[in-house]
């Protein structure tokens, strides 16, 4: 309909009502406030006793949705069910809308608002299955406004009933319909509207065609309002998981400096407590080794200088490990191989039996992966040489499609869980070191998770899990 024909069935009143919801309508971005709106005008201007206003809901989501042209089509057996002329405006017999088995599946009809001009209370339900055999299923799969003049004379050959109970429930009669479903920019039904009982000299009278012509109008504003309101909302939604992503991030930049800086330090405890003290200690037996050389002591001299010789082997052995910790080159043929390594080091240096058992196609696992997972198994091994006075470890690696799994078990002597930074306290590690938390944010930043378990005497259990498809 063009404006000029729209022009004809609007009075001054309902011009003036028709122009002032549009302004609101376009402005207005809280649901129930806009259909508060929408109801009261349409009540204005249609002179109805009662309204209301019901909006489909995806019962999967929870969210707004519509029921499509396709699905009508295919319920209703029609070519075009959005098709309206100028005198279609009461409901047409159909045989296939007589079965009320006729659902559109995932489809809910919410009760957004409902009204009453004098006073007297109305109940509607709150919630109404989209189903053919029904006045508001009726309208949302037809498509199409439509009016009806006594809901107690509804043709049964249309296969759509009135449900008394809700008169006899509220006391109130009901008579004359209007159905009016609400179309989005493409034609697909996302709500109606209902108006019930045109009154006249206090009298209930039919609905026209003028109102129905009018109200159709007026819906398809209602209908590209609520969509402006579901972009709106689309639009602050994708806002906030941009500032939250950004968040993220910004926490993500954090941990990987704190994470950087520990291993800084974790290195530079590692040269203090090894290579450091050895090169000192070397360096006070090659003051005794040249006295006894001064001396001419040589039985006494050859014992000096073999011990001499397994300390800088000692100590070449350390700074090898702690360059290889640095970056690991076996990393480059891939996770099993250095971490293969990196067992056979452990066990030379700790004396701990380890053994480790490897499942799954690492090639799959990006470097930078490769190398987090390392550095907290690493870390798990070292702190287990240090403090658990283990005899026995065991590294279990399992990679899946989605997922990498890591268990490392010891039967050392284990603590009492007593805080998140148990696994720290209990291995004589502060909760300033890289500990726990240390390794728990390495695997954060790599989306994955961690927990520990362990008891005094029964040795510690370490598990991760990090996602592979990020």
């Known amino acids: 309909m063009d404006e000029n024909q729209l022009s004809l069935v609007i ?4 011009a003036a009502e028709f122009l002032e919801i549009g302004k609101i309508l376009a402005t207005e971005k809280d649901t129930s406030r806009l259909f508060e709106k ?64 006729s659902q559109i599946e995932n489809r809910l009809l919410l009760l957004a608002v409902s009204k ?20 508001e299923g009726y309208t949302v799969i037809s498509g199409r406004p439509f009016i009806i003049d006594d809901v107690y004379k509804i043709d ?88 939250k992503q950004n968040s993220q991030l910004e926490e993500l930049s954090r941990r990987i400096l704190i994470a950087h800086e520990e291993e800084r330090k974790r290195v530079a405890r590692d040269i203090h407590d090894g290579p450091a003290q050895s090169a000192a200690s070397l360096s006070f037996k090659l003051e005794i080794v040249r006295k006894l050389i001064q001396s001419k002591k040589s039985d006494q001299l050859e014992i000096e200088l073999n011990k001499l010789g397994e300390d800088i082997r000692s100590t070449v052995s350390e700074i090898r490990t702690i360059i290889y910790d640095l970056r690991p080159s076996f990393l480059d043929n891939g996770l099993e191989e250095a971490l293969k390594n990196r067992v056979a080091a452990f066990m030379e240096n700790s004396g ?83 500990g726990l938390q240390g390794m728990r944010e390495r695997i954060e930043i790599v989306k994955g998770s961690m927990e520990v378990d362990s008891k005094p005497g029964e040795g510690t259990r370490i598990r991760f899990d990090i996602p592979l498809t990020l």
Do not use: W
């Not at 009075?11 to 309902?14: E, Q």
């Not at 008169?167 to 709500?191: A, F």
């Not at 009018?214 to 579901?230: D, K, P, T």
């Open 11 to 14: 009075d001054s009143k309902d």
């Open 38 to 101: 929408i109801i009261r005008s349409s009540m204005n201007m249609t002179l109805s006793e009662y309204g209301a206003a019901y909006l489909i809901i995806d019962t999967v989501t929870g969210k707004l949705s519509n029921v499509s042209v396709k699905q009508t089509k295919n319920i209703l057996n029609e070519s075009d069910p959005g098709t309206e002329t100028e005198h279609e405006t009461r409901p047409e017999t159909n045989p296939d809308s007589q079965s009320s088995a």
């Open 116 to 135: 009453n001009i004098e006073g007297r209370s109305r109940n509607f339900v709150a919630s109404i299955p989209v189903k053919s055999d029904s006045i």
């Open 156 to 243: 049964p050959a249309i296969g759509i009933k009135f449900d008394q109970g809700t008169d006899k429930e509220t006391g109130s009669r009901t008579k004359s319909v209007l159905c009016i479903p609400m179309k989005d920019h493409s034609g697909n039904i996302t709500g109606l509207i209902i108006l019930i009982n045109k009154m006249s000299k206090n009298e209930v009278i039919s609905f026209t065609n003028n109102d129905r012509v009018l109200m159709n109008s007026f819906a398809g504003q209602a209908a590209a309002a609520l969509e402006n309101i579901r972009l709106y909302r689309e639009t602050q939604e994708l806002l906030e998981s941009y500032k």
């Open 352 to 434: 701990i039996k380890a053994a480790m058992t490897f499942i799954g196609d690492d090639a799959i696992i990006p470097y930078y992966m490769s190398s987090t997972i390392y550095k907290v198994i690493q870390e798990a091994m070292n702190n287990i040489q240090k403090h658990s006075q283990a005899k026995n470890v065991s590294i279990a690696v399992h990679i899946s499609t989605n997922a990498l799994t890591v268990m490392i078990s010891d039967d050392g002597k284990g603590f009492e869980k007593t805080g998140t930074d148990a696994y720290a306290k209990g291995h004589g590690i502060s909760s300033s070191g890289f």
